[in-house]
């Protein structure tokens, strides 16, 4: 299996460098605003538009990505919550 690099911009639509210098608390509080949004679904009723949502996805992923990398651990509840991201098996992490 392939194993998941550090933090590459390229791998994002929305490549945002700075988020590797945010403690993990903060990324966390990150994923945690911006997942209703990520979670979201674009019905034509409300001004939410798929950018949005693509766009609330890519930083939820970046963190995400930042924190496995640094060690963090996500539960199946986390993952369950964040299941519009493919989530890295074991063999994946990041090193």
């Known amino acids: 299996m392939p194993i998941a690099h550090a933090y590459d911009p390229d791998a994002y639509w929305f490549p945002d460098p700075a988020l590797n210098d945010r403690p993990n608390e903060a990324l966390l509080a990150e994923i945690a605003d911006r997942m209703g949004t990520a979670s979201d679904h674009v019905d034509g009723i409300s001004d939410l538009r798929q ?16 924190l496995l990398q640094r060690g963090v651990e996500f539960d199946e509840l986390a993952k369950a919550e964040m299941s ?3 989530w890295p098996s074991t063999e994946e992490r990041p090193t």
Do not use: N, Y
């Not at 950018?51 to 930042?66: K, N, S, Y």
């Open 51 to 66: 950018e949005h949502v693509d766009f609330a996805q890519d930083v939820i992923a970046q963190c995400r990505d930042i």
């Open 84 to 86: 519009f991201l493919r």
